[in-house]
């Protein structure tokens, strides 16, 4: 029962992953919860224009490029598929709508007051909602993020000639060429979508490699399968302006350290440099919340925040920007509300990227690793196996990438695992649960793996950090 002095327990600002789960176990644990939402449906930008659309198309090309390019015929399947890009985007449709309405559902069985407007903050405990006002004993600011914009490079979904990653998924037509601006998560899992579907694809990435915060040997040869794959890389080249005439872009690109200027024409840009907190027109100034440099507000172990009774989490607050991390820190801000300890292990925290190969990390870098112990590489043993001698994976003609195992090299404990697999993302997580049980290489290696599985292929990395694996 609610706190006589306000409307409700908890108010969550924003239904993204962090924010719906965060009512849902608020309400789970007898907590008066509602949730203050200015989108048409639930879900934020994971379920609406995120994680799950962006999945649904790269599933669905990733079958029209199995069919197209050869790997069914590899295996003794013929066919001449033929593109229905309508149909494509009605399914991610369906799956959105599907999902969304999900969680309208759960609210509604978990007793959630959707409350359906743009919410600013009046006080510490009072926020405007569209017309209403709402007071609540405390609130989650669960904003999420947004796309960053590019200085000179103007984003206009609906032309679709210069998209960011929300016009990207809905593109009516293949381009024939489509530049990436940006060769993080983004720009590789749509770039691969839209490459699969027919289109030309060029990746400028300011870095001179792709995928930063990724071990560094993944991102070299994740770049050296992108390329084969037919994607053209331009590694430490920074875009510096764009014009659009009709259907047409024209990028100006010159090399991140500077130097001559070449001209690269497109039917479609895809501006993916990263993303930013959405803390604009919340009000924050009204309850004395600031925001550090990167535009984010910072909490403590609990998620509270400087101000009492506010707390935050998601991509709001530090930390990498992935929904499973949002919904972690949701599910423990509202068991911190409501009384029992609520905690996120932010140093286990997976993270995949979905293209195909999949790529999947979690833990330390081996370059982290060794940064850590002053810089002694003789701290670190690293195991590496690769796919092609994992008899799954090379069966199914899934040859490229690798397992790594990054661990210390005096205690054994794992302190990062990194694979490129077709099914990296579904490998990652038993090194994660690994991880959080204080897991040693021995450990892993001394587990029993089914054969003839592509997870093997961890146990193998986790035996070769002693050096010996068995099939290589
Ligand atoms: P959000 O999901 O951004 O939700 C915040 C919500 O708050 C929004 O719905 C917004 O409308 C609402 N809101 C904001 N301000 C207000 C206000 N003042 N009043 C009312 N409502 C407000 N992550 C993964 O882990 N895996 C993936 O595969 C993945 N794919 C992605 C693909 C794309 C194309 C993009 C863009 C992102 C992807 N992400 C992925 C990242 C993931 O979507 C985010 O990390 C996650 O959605 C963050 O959750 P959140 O709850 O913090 O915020
Ligand atoms: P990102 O941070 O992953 O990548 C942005 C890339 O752009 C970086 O490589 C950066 O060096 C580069 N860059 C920055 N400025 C540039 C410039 N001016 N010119 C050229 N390159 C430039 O950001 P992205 O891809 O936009 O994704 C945003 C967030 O969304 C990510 O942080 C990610 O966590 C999340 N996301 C997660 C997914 C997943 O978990 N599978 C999928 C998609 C997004």
Redesign the pocket.
């Known amino acids: 029962m609610a706190d006589q002095n306000y409307d409700y327990d908890v108010l969550v600002i924003g239904a993204g992953p962090g924010g719906y789960v965060a009512a849902i176990r608020a309400a789970q644990l007898g907590l008066k919860t509602a949730c203050a939402e200015s989108r048409e449906t639930l879900g934020g930008t994971c379920l609406n224009v995120?994680?799950i659309p962006?999945k649904a198309m790269l599933h669905a090309s990733e079958y029209y490029d199995a069919a197209k390019g050869g790997t069914m015929k590899e295996m003794g399947i013929e066919v001449n598929p033929k593109l229905n890009l309508e149909q494509m985007h009605a399914q991610r449709r369906d799956a959105v709508k599907g999902l969304t309405g999900g969680i309208e559902f759960l609210f509604k069985k978990n007793k959630i007051d959707w409350k359906k407007g743009h919410a600013t903050f009046e006080d510490a405990h009072t926020v405007k909602v569209g017309d209403e006002t709402v007071t609540a004993k405390n609130v989650i600011i669960a904003t999420g993020?947004s796309?960053?914009p590019?200085p000179n490079v103007e984003v206009d979904n609906d032309k679709q000639v210069v998209v960011d990653?929300t016009g990207a998924l809905e593109l009516a037509k293949v381009p024939k060429k489509m530049v990436v601006?940006?060769?993080?998560?983004?720009?590789?899992?749509l770039g691969s979508v839209w490459r699969r579907l027919g289109a030309e694809v060029v990746v400028?990435?300011?870095?001179d490699q792709?995928?930063?915060?990724m071990d560094m040997d993944v991102r070299k040869e994740a770049a050296k399968i992108f390329k084969k794959q037919g994607m053209e890389l331009m590694l430490g080249?920074?875009?510096t302006g764009c014009t659009v005439k009709g259907r047409k872009a024209t990028l100006t690109v010159e090399k991140?350290a500077g130097g001559d200027e070449q001209k690269i024409e497109a039917d479609c840009v895809l501006v993916?440099?990263?993303?930013r907190p959405n803390t604009e027109g919340l009000g924050l100034d009204k309850i004395g919340l600031e925001t550090n440099k990167r535009g984010q507000i910072e909490t403590d172990h609990d998620f509270r925040t400087a101000v009492d009774g506010v707390w935050a989490i998601g991509d709001v607050v530090p930390g990498?920007?992935?929904?499973h991390k949002a919904e972690d820190e949701g599910i423990a801000c509202a068991e911190n509300i409501a009384g029992p300890t609520g905690i996120v292990n932010h140093d286990v925290i997976p993270?995949?990227?979905?293209t195909w190969p999949e790529i999947a990390g979690v833990g330390l870098t081996t370059e982290e690793a060794i940064e850590k112990a002053g810089g002694d590489k003789a701290a670190v043993k690293v195991g590496k196996f690769p796919m092609m001698a994992n008899s799954r994976a090379k069966t199914n003609h899934e040859p490229d990438g690798f397992v790594k195992v990054v661990a210390d090299a005096e205690t054994d404990r794992v302190l990062g695992v990194w694979c490129i697999a077709s099914v990296a993302g579904t490998m990652i997580a038993q090194a994660a649960q690994a991880m959080e049980f204080g897991a040693t290489s021995e450990d892993i290696a001394y587990t029993c793996h089914a054969h003839p599985t592509h997870s093997e292929a961890i146990k193998e990395a986790a035996m070769a950090v002693q050096g010996k694996p068995i099939h290589i």
């Open positions: 995120g994680c962006s993020s796309v960053t590019l990653s601006i940006g060769g993080g998560v983004i720009g590789l899992e400028v990435e300011f870095l792709l995928l930063p915060g080249h920074k875009v991140a993916s440099i990263g993303r990498p920007m992935l929904a993270g995949v990227v979905y």
